[in-house]
T-cell receptor, first 115, second 114 residues
Framework: DADVTQTPRNRITKTGKRIMLECSQTKGHDRMYWYRQDPGLGLQLIYYSFDVKDINKGEISDGYSVSRQAQAKFSLSLESAIPNQTALYFC??????????????FGPGTRLTVL | AQSVTQLGSHVSVSEGALVLLRCNYSSSVPPYLFWYVQYPNQGLQLLLKYTSAATLVKGINGFEAEFKKSETSFHLTKPSAHMSDAAEYFCAVTSNTNAGKSTFGDGTTLTVKP
């Protein structure tokens, strides 16, 4: 089974709708991240969380919110989706200490289309 | 502040030819540097990483990268390209002072011609 899972994998929605993307991990990592990927722009950090009580804005947090329900779960919400939020969204995890410190482990991505 | 520049958004090589993907970084403190690969319809996965040990780092699938502090570079190479290497490659930088956040380059798409 995959260590980092994302649901849904694909979603088409309409402008103004509320959307939630979910991420779960079985790696036991304390740190979780949400990124969006647009062609030619690499990955842009939306929000990150270093533990359940720690939530931080990234580079492009406007229009998004997050919830860290447990160490293993980190959800991203679009309160009122707009077309320029059409993108590929990735969840990632990492850990604070150990041999793979700062290495990020990515989910398979959610392709979101806002019409 | 930290940043990454990947030179060339698209690189095309013939099968069996040398692969060279360029990455330059900026960091005010000693960096940790990463190369990730993204195959179509998949998330990113780690190819290799530099954490201040050996300057020549070997990764999976025959890739390696050399950390050159004087040139602030961390270029990715592979002596002989294989068709299965076709993917998008991302360079990333982080550091102890940046609280575990990585900054990613814009990516380089590698095409391998038969």
């Amino acid at each position: 089974d995959a260590d980092v899972t994302q649901t849904p994998r694909n979603r088409i929605t309409k402008t103004g709708k509320r959307i939630m993307l979910e991420c779960s991990q079985t790696k036991g990592h304390d740190r979780m991240y949400w990124y969006r990927q647009d062609p030619g722009l690499g990955l842009q950090l939306i929000y990150y969380s270093f533990d359940v009580k720690d939530i931080n804005k990234g580079e492009i947090s406007d229009g998004y919110s997050v919830s860290r329900q447990a160490q293993a779960k980190f959800s991203l919400s679009l309160e009122s989706a707009i077309p320029n939020q059409t993108a590929l969204y990735f969840c990632a995890t990492s850990r604070l200490a150990g041999g793979d410190t700062d290495t990020q482990y990515f989910g398979p991505g959610t392709r979101l289309t806002v019409l | 502040a930290q940043s990454v520049t990947q030179l060339g958004s698209h690189v095309s090589v013939s099968e069996g030819a040398l692969v060279l993907l360029r990455c330059n970084y900026s960091s005010s403190v000693p960096p940790y540097l990463f190369w990730y690969v993204q195959y179509p319809n998949q998330g990113l996965q780690l190819l290799l990483k530099y954490t201040s040990a050996a300057t020549l780092v070997k990764g999976i699938n025959g890739f390696e990268a050399e950390f050159k502090k004087s040139e602030t570079s961390f270029h990715l190479t592979k002596p002989s390209a294989h068709m299965s290497d076709a993917a998008e490659y991302f360079c990333a930088v982080t550091s102890n002072t940046n609280a575990g956040k990585s900054t990613f380059g814009d990516g380089t798409t590698l095409t391998v011609k038969p």
